[in-house]
């Protein structure tokens, strides 16, 4: 198994033999009791939660070998990031599939706010969508729409986060709530 990336926060390992991915968690202790007083879910759990539930929307993950509370283990899905296609192609197709994509994860009540071309991955016409464990359906979210909105903003344009924003109908109670408490808290 060779070790792709090590830091404080997690391990990423590579089996060549089996073609399996096997990230490693090593949160902070604020995040540790988060997760045990039932507040976000375990980050192994919680991947293969929202690889369901992406699943059942008809969009591609990478298939879950094994998830525990601290690991999942995830089979190798063949096919470059989002960023290495479009350096390799101008496919004008791209962006506006990738707005639906996401639009279609915020309607669905996922939020997540790592938005860069590295988190997706695309061959034969399909994307794949990476990272899960930093997504959440959870009621405690920390951030409600519009912080969403700021981070597809900060990453992928303002165009991108405006034609989000237009699609994004389905705005949950709890991102309502979220949007009130960044504002009393001077962050909106």
């Given at each position: 198994?060779?070790c792709?990336?090590?830091?404080?926060?997690?391990?990423?390992?590579?089996?060549?033999?089996?073609k399996?991915?096997t990230?490693?968690?090593?949160?902070?202790?604020?995040l540790?009791l988060?997760?045990?007083?039932?507040?976000?879910?375990?980050?192994?759990?919680?991947?293969?939660h929202?690889?369901?539930?992406?699943?059942?929307?008809?969009?591609?993950?990478?298939?879950?070998?094994?998830?525990?509370?601290?690991?999942?283990?995830?089979?190798?899905v063949?096919?470059?990031?989002?960023?290495?296609y479009?350096?390799?192609?101008?496919?004008p197709?791209?962006?506006?599939?990738?707005?639906?994509?996401?639009?279609?994860?915020?309607?669905?009540?996922?939020?997540?706010?790592?938005?860069?071309?590295?988190?997706?991955?695309?061959?034969?016409?399909?994307?794949?969508?990476l990272?899960?464990?930093?997504?959440?359906?959870?009621?405690?979210?920390?951030?409600?729409?519009?912080?969403?909105?700021?981070?597809?903003?900060?990453?992928?344009?303002?165009?991108?986060?405006?034609?989000?924003?237009?699609?994004?109908?389905?705005?949950?109670?709890?991102?309502?709530?979220?949007?009130?408490?960044?504002?009393?808290?001077?962050?909106?």
């Amino acid at each position: 198994m060779t070790c792709l990336r090590k830091n404080h926060k997690r391990a990423v390992y590579y089996d060549e033999r089996k073609k399996q991915y096997t990230k490693c968690f090593t949160p902070k202790l604020e995040l540790k009791l988060k997760y045990w007083f039932g507040l976000r879910q375990y980050p192994g759990l919680n991947f293969a939660h929202i690889a369901n539930r992406l699943n059942a929307l008809g969009l591609k993950t990478p298939p879950v070998i094994t998830a525990e509370k601290y690991k999942i283990i995830t089979q190798e899905v063949e096919a470059p990031t989002l960023k290495e296609y479009l350096q390799e192609t101008k496919d004008p197709t791209i962006e506006p599939r990738l707005i639906e994509l996401v639009a279609t994860i915020l309607n669905s009540g996922i939020v997540f706010f790592d938005f860069h071309y590295e988190n997706f991955l695309y061959k034969d016409n399909e994307f794949c969508v990476l990272d899960l464990e930093g997504y959440s359906d959870s009621f405690f979210t920390s951030r409600g729409k519009s912080g969403v909105l700021y981070r597809i903003e900060k990453h992928l344009g303002t165009h991108f986060r405006e034609e989000v924003e237009r699609r994004w109908v389905n705005v949950t109670l709890s991102h309502k709530i979220s949007d009130i408490f960044q504002k009393l808290r001077g962050k909106k």
